[in-house]
């Protein structure tokens, strides 16, 4: 493994935790009042981006990763509009 | 410009803008009790990966988009810090 894959692996792995910590918080407090639903949506649309340009590039690990953070947004936004606060 | 940099270069675009909303929100409303800071530190981890590999594959697309993002992301830990809701 070069040192070009592990950053691009290293990326791929942090990239897919990065949300959890938030998707938990929310769950725990109930509260998704001052996330911006604007930034969730700009999320989507930038990993559904990644997602197809990992396609066309037939990069796996860009896809995974970026299948996981959009499973992890869409979370939020459910969370957001569940949790009317 | 062949499809591949249009994904690439719109994902760039569209990363650099997703956190500009939630850094907005958060100056407007004085509040970023909602926000995790475990999410914030993952994310400077994150884009700091995705800056170094950016630099090793001479990528400044990449540089720049992880550089924006870095900066918003700086200044949502400076309001989390500031406005101690």
Redesign the interface.
């Known amino acids: 493994m070069n ?2 894959n592990f ?2 692996i ?2 791929g792995i ?2 897919s ?6 998707v ?3 769950w725990k ?1 109930k ?6 639903m ?2 969730l949506f ?2 989507i ?2 990993v559904s ?2 997602l ?2 990992g396609a ?2 037939g990069d796996l690990p860009l896809m995974i990763t970026n299948g996981i953070v959009l499973a992890m947004v869409l979370m939020m936004v459910y969370f957001k509009l569940t949790f009317k606060q």
Do not use: E
Not at 31 to 36: F, Q, V
């Open positions: 040192i070009q950053f691009g290293a990326g942090v990239s935790v990065t949300f959890l910590p938030q938990i918080k929310i407090t509260s998704a009042k001052d996330l911006s604007v930034t700009f999320l649309l930038n981006l990644w197809t340009y066309l590039i």
